[in-house]
């Protein structure tokens, strides 16, 4: 049994570097990530999303850096990386959550000792399942429902998988969850509040009990491709390997 | 064989666009599966009883 919890603000580290911007460094599969943001707008926001990451050593090196600024119109920011910049992001709520996205692909896109795949992944002792599915298709319910179960989560969307083990790690983004899978899993017995200061429709959970970063699961021995019509009832069909 | 291939194409895209060889890799080592969700309780018992079957 698990106990959802908001995502809040207790891992990562924040320095302030000026008046008016806040720094926040994380750390992921041991990179660094850093971001610079105005502290008005974004010193409240963007706890709320990188709630479940590792704070980074205090003097470590950035790998990835990104910077918030002001966009070309009022209420408009950019995302601004070296070498590429996402524009005039409407409101701070949007740039927060560009940023986080942000942190976690450009953190797994220098990790080639994983394999990334958009999908979910949860554990028994034993044997790790891979669900694959566009957004929409069910992942982050079935993951967190699994999860609920009994089984571990290692993440609801960036699964980052050994590529010579085939063993996945825990990353550490907060789950996503609609109001319509918020309903089906307190079905479950499973209350999932409401993010409280974002203003979007879906909640941002930590689960507890996510395995630490550096502490792989079981091989995947499994991958379920989510179909893209849903059913009266559950069915599963084994799929047949390509020949090579 | 060719809904397997569509599945590669379509939904196993990599994080950051395209099917990698990695994707590939998992594939040839996982059994694989089509999942048509329904009501959540029968989607969780369906599922913990494939993860509990041996490979």
């Not at chain 1, 205090?58 to 910077?67: I, Y």
């Not at chain 2, 809904?3 to 990698?20: A, C, D, H, T, Y």
């Amino acid at each position: 049994m698990v106990t959802a919890v908001p995502a809040r603000s207790t891992l990562f580290s924040s320095n302030g570097c000026s008046n008016n911007i806040e720094t926040f460094r994380v750390a992921i599969h041991g990179l660094v990530a850093e971001a610079r943001v105005p502290r008005l707008f974004f010193a409240r926001r963007l706890p709320l999303l990188l709630a479940g990451y590792s704070p980074a050593a205090p003097f470590a090196a950035a790998d990835v850096e990104l910077a918030v600024v002001p966009g070309s119109k009022r209420g408009l920011w950019d995302v601004a990386l070296a070498n590429e910049r996402f524009p005039d992001i409407v409101g701070a709520d949007l740039a927060a959550q560009r940023v986080e996205w942000v942190i976690a692909k450009e953190t797994v896109n220098r990790l080639p000792r994983f394999i990334h795949v958009h999908g979910a992944v949860v554990a028994t002792a034993n044997q790790s399942l891979l669900l694959v599915g566009h957004s929409g298709r069910g992942k982050s319910t079935t993951a967190v429902a699994l999860a609920q179960a009994g089984l571990t989560l290692f993440t609801d969307d960036v699964a980052l998988i050994g590529r010579e083990d085939l063993r996945p790690v825990s990353v550490p983004r907060p789950i996503k969850l609609d109001r319509g899978s918020r309903m089906l899993l307190r079905r479950l017995g499973l209350a999932i509040p409401r993010a409280a200061r974002l203003r979007e429709s879906v909640s941002r959970v930590v689960l507890p009990g996510q395995p630490p970063p550096d502490v792989p699961g079981p091989p995947v021995t499994k991958i379920v491709f989510l179909a893209p019509e849903r059913g009266e009832r559950s069915e599963l069909r084994t799929m047949i390997r390509p020949r090579p | 064989m060719r809904f397997i291939q569509q599945s590669l194409s379509e939904q196993f895209e990599m994080v950051g666009g395209g099917v990698s060889d990695g994707a590939l890799a998992i594939i040839e080592a996982a059994d694989c599966y089509e999942l048509v969700v329904g009501p959540i309780e029968e989607t969780v018992t369906r599922l913990i009883d494939l993860i509990e079957m041996q490979s």
